[in-house]
């Protein structure tokens, strides 16, 4: 159990109930209040708040965001439970998953999972008829995704949040430098890729480790293969200092951070306070995790 995990005791039923009645106030912030008193009950108050609802139709709403607060705090813990051996693990695939439950609650983490072992899957049976060195496979494996799939940078929409979670890019086939990337590296693992995220100043890509010269994947440009002067062009451009460092491998709580300050960006410009207020609280716990030096 994680050092802050917080226990809550559960009041006795009448004052519960008591609860419930004053969820009927007029008053907005006197309701406010005894919602966020509600939430921080946690799951075990649910049955209640499901009678609540079904006896009196016009508490819904003010019930419907109580839950949506507690399966917050719930997935909250587990992200905070994740971020705390990420970083030893290198587990960035479950990180993007719990991401998206930020805005799809319900995802179904094993089925998208599938998805991604069934592209493997097609690859290896398709493409890989014979043993291939991982330049060449590589090169294979972005002809299957950006061509033979249709996976591509979404250009029109680029600031649909959508783009950054990885359930909708897998159902949808568009998304963003980083979010792209992530399909490739994670697709690529199940194949034996040495392939890991790298954050580029301004663009994310992926590196192929071991390979000489080294190689680079930009997955929003249809899978193009890069050297590392094509990089520094790109870095230089942008006003930047170039340093070898700039395209070394990315950890896992600094890919999710950077998924999220993405995220966080999109929500604050179009004023969705409420999601913004979520994908913060989760961009703490990542930036709050001690790392190994």
Excluded at 151 to 164: A, L
Aim: proline share 6%.
């Amino acid at each position: 159990m994680s050092s802050n995990t917080t226990i809550v005791s559960l009041p006795p039923d009448t004052t519960i109930h008591a609860l419930l009645r004053l969820l009927s106030d007029p008053n907005e912030q006197v309701a406010r209040t005894i919602q966020d008193q509600l939430a921080r009950l946690g799951s075990n108050v649910l049955p209640f708040l499901e009678q609540a609802g079904n006896d009196d139709a016009t508490l819904q709403p003010r019930v419907a965001s109580i839950k949506e607060e507690i399966r917050f705090g719930q997935l909250k813990e587990e992200f905070q439970r994740f971020v705390a051996k990420s970083a030893r693990q290198e587990d960035w695939e479950h990180g993007t998953f719990l991401i998206a439950k930020l805005a799809y609650p319900n995802l179904d983490i094993p089925h998208y999972v599938e998805c991604l072992d069934n592209l493997a899957e097609e690859f290896r049976t398709k493409w890989l008829t014979t043993e291939s060195p991982s330049g060449k496979a590589a090169r294979l494996l972005s002809n299957f995704l950006f061509k033979d799939k249709g996976f591509s940078g979404n250009r029109e929409e680029y600031y649909d949040p959508d783009n950054s979670y990885l359930n909708r890019v897998i159902d949808t086939r568009q998304g963003i430098p980083i979010s792209l990337s992530a399909l490739y590296v994670f697709v690529g693992k199940r194949l034996g890729l040495p392939a890991v995220g790298v954050g580029m100043p301004g663009h994310f890509l992926v590196k192929l480790e071991g390979e000489t010269p080294t190689q680079f994947v930009d997955c929003f440009n249809g899978g193009t293969i890069l050297r590392e002067q094509d990089c520094q062009q790109f870095i230089t451009a942008s006003g930047l200092d170039y340093a070898p460092e700039l395209l070394a491998k990315s950890s896992t709580p600094s890919m999710l951070a950077r998924m999220l300050r993405n995220l966080l960006s999109i929500y604050e410009q179009d004023a969705e306070e409420p999601m913004a207020r979520r994908v913060r609280a989760f961009l703490e716990l990542v930036e709050n995790e001690p790392t190994d030096s």
